[in-house]
């Protein structure tokens, strides 16, 4: 057995690590020497852009065989150590305290609402059938999605109909800040235009989370000429788009880039409650094109920023308040927020918050909360500790 990093494992049944070499052969050979070799229910992989995708996923599902191995690249990791980039971070969950199981949905340029809620409903069967050393019935979802490929709403409807009571989270895949292509590893394989659902059942406490840092302005835009397709806003308020955006926002004396659109989301209300909806970029033509599904019609609200660090600290003190001692937070951050924080020389406080909170996962091009995929927000699963 490797060496287990017990800052987790010796009371959450998850092992964590982490490496920074240069090529994928190295890094996947640091990662063995620091997890468990046996008796695990899953390895859960946040592997770096900078890694090639197919040859890191079969170096390490060589070394850990008969073992599930799931992932995705991403936009920057969230280690044990902070926030970093060029690295991958590994989670190996122990069959003691977890079981598992995984199943990729792929082409999903083609994919139909009845077949993601076929393969929920088959999954959610598959987990009763998986011997366990675990009682049933305490369980969670997680879904990787590649986060370019436009089909995460759909994908995130279908699947949480079909899974009735069992909360679901997870992140867009990312590739850095070049927006080419984006990775999830299964089976040994890395796939584009796909998602993966993981589900776990676990004898330890959890709870999902949602937080971000946004609260709800009086200025209203209403999208009145887009392309749904490529989630293209051509005109806000019947005026060009990124003009009208800079206007209603207050920053018309600035170029918009992404260091803008992080601190300047714009919010959606659904269901009483606000989420944030991120722009990628502007367009050479003065259009707008966002991260999530937009519609013509659509009102979008000017966001006003709270703190960012007060909010994610809180986030953390009422998870601690219904779980008890939390062992590890499993977490997904948008890209966003990484760069908001960056902008107001808030990364270190952010890091170190994370790094005391023992978070770890990765920056991602878009956030999945139950049957909604956002932008701008950190979500997760705060896993607790065993009972004494």
């Given at each position: 057995m490797g060496q287990t990093d017990f800052r987790f494992g010796d009371t959450s049944g998850v092992a964590v690590a982490k490496s920074k070499a240069a090529g994928a052969e190295q890094a996947?050979?640091?990662?063995?020497?620091?997890?468990?070799?046996?008796?695990?229910?899953?390895?859960?992989?946040?592997?770096?852009?900078?890694?090639?995708?197919?040859?890191?996923?079969?170096?390490?599902?060589r070394r850990f065989d008969g073992i599930p191995v799931c992932g995705c690249t991403t936009a920057g990791e969230l280690a044990p150590d902070g926030w970093d980039e060029n690295s991958v971070v590994a989670l190996a969950f122990s069959r003691a305290d977890f079981s598992a199981v995984a199943r990729p949905i792929l082409n999903l340029d083609g994919f139909r609402v009845e077949d993601g809620r076929r393969i929920g409903a088959e999954l959610r069967q598959e987990l009763l059938r998986v011997p366990s050393q675990v009682e049933r019935g305490n369980s969670f979802g997680?879904?990787?999605?590649?986060?370019?490929?436009?089909?995460?709403?759909?994908?995130?409807?279908?699947?949480?109909?079909?899974?009735?009571?069992?909360p679901i989270v997870?992140?867009?895949?990312?590739?850095?800040?070049?927006?080419e292509k984006t990775w999830v590893f299964v089976d040994g394989k890395a796939h584009t235009n796909a998602a993966l659902l993981i589900l776990l059942n676990t004898s330890l406490p959890f709870r999902v989370f949602k937080c971000d840092n946004f609260e709800p302005r009086p200025q209203k835009m209403v999208v009145t000429e887009a392309d749904i397709e490529s989630r293209t806003v051509r005109e806000l308020n019947a005026e060009p788009a990124a003009q009208e955006y800079s206007r209603v926002?207050?920053?018309?004396?600035?170029?918009?880039?992404?260091?803008?659109?992080?601190?300047?989301?714009?919010?959606?209300?659904?269901?009483?409650?606000?989420?944030?909806r991120s722009i990628q970029r502007v367009e050479p033509d003065g259009s707008l094109h966002f991260?999530?599904?937009?519609?013509?019609?659509?009102?979008?609200?000017?966001?006003?920023?709270?703190s960012l660090?007060?909010?994610?600290?809180?986030?953390?003190?009422?998870?601690?308040?219904?779980?008890?001692?939390?062992?590890?937070?499993?977490?997904?951050?948008?890209l966003l927020r990484r760069l908001d924080a960056e902008?107001?020389?808030?990364?270190r406080d952010m890091s170190e918050l994370y790094r005391q909170n023992?978070?770890?996962?990765?920056?991602?091009y878009g956030e999945q909360f139950g049957s909604m995929h956002v932008n701008q927000t950190f979500t997760g699963v705060a896993i607790g500790r065993r009972s004494p």
């Open positions: 996947v050979a640091e990662l063995v020497t620091q997890l468990p070799s046996d008796d695990l229910a899953l390895i859960l992989l946040f592997v770096s852009p900078s890694y090639d995708p197919h040859q890191f996923i079969g170096e390490i599902s997680l879904v990787l999605i590649d986060g370019l490929c436009r089909r995460e709403e759909a994908v995130m409807s279908a699947i949480y109909a079909s899974l009735d009571d069992i997870g992140g867009s895949a990312g590739d850095g800040m070049r927006f926002v207050g920053i018309m004396d600035a170029k918009l880039d992404p260091f803008s659109f992080a601190s300047h989301p714009v919010l959606v209300r659904v269901g009483g409650s606000y989420y944030a991260f999530c599904a937009i519609d013509e019609g659509m009102v979008l609200t000017a966001a006003a920023s709270l660090v007060g909010t994610t600290r809180e986030a953390f003190a009422e998870t601690r308040d219904q779980i008890g001692d939390v062992s590890l937070y499993i977490g997904f951050e948008c902008q107001h020389q808030l990364a023992r978070v770890v996962g990765f920056h991602t």
